[in-house]
């Protein structure tokens, strides 16, 4: 059976059993039995890391110990809010800081990355508004359909199993934006991410 560990783009937390390209972590989100409660926003530095780093290895879910998270790609961990981890992504994370324009230590980042991402009190994920044709590829949106990832010309729906089959991208129109304005401005600055689009 699968774990409720897989990070969709809107922020929820499923139970599926595709295999994700990024591991993360926000913290301990699961109890001795591995479910997974409600504190799900407490931490701030939500990172995404590689699947293998030095040869560590980690039993999933291990009780009082971080809830492994996994995403499809680095464009669903940034949607979900998270950014680069500083240890085993190191210059993947100086890009994406980089690129936010946002001053000062990784503390200072994630504070306000979780201000972006999380409407407080509510536990959810926190949405703006943008136009279609000013969001730089790699962005996220909502749409009747779910999640769509923006690329290019097109939109590409999203799935726990992965991405379907592009639709035509609108040529404007205001939409709801579920990766979070930093991460936005990021990828409006260079800052590519890792997408596994499949065929």
């Not at 937390?13 to 994700?20: T, Y």
């Not at 530095?45 to 040869?55: D, H, I, M, Q, R």
């Not at 991405?163 to 401005?185: I, K, N, Q």
Request: charged share 25%; with cysteine.
């Amino acid at each position: 059976m699968a774990l409720q560990n897989r990070v969709q783009p809107t922020g929820e937390i499923v139970a599926h059993p595709a295999r994700g390209l990024f591991m993360g972590n926000r913290g301990i989100l699961h109890d001795d039995a591995q479910r997974l409660g409600a504190a799900r926003w407490r931490h701030k530095a939500w990172v995404t890391c590689v699947l293998s780093f030095k040869g560590r290895r980690r039993a999933l879910m291990a009780p009082g110990r971080y809830t492994e998270l996994f995403f499809h790609d680095e464009a669903v961990a940034l949607a979900a809010g998270h950014r680069p981890c500083a240890e085993c992504r190191r210059a993947e994370y100086l890009a994406y800081r980089s690129a936010t324009g946002i001053p000062g230590r990784a503390v200072d980042l994630d504070r306000q990355l979780h201000r972006a991402r999380a409407v407080p009190r509510l536990h959810r994920q926190r949405r703006h508004a943008g136009d279609i044709r000013d969001l730089p590829d790699g962005v996220f949106i909502l749409r009747d359909e779910g999640p769509c990832l923006v690329h290019g010309d097109s939109l590409r729906p999203f799935a726990p199993a992965g991405y379907g089959p592009p639709l035509p991208r609108p040529r404007g129109g205001a939409v709801a934006v579920l990766t979070p304005e930093p991460s936005v401005e990021a990828l409006r600055n260079g800052y590519i991410p890792v997408l596994r689009l499949g065929a």
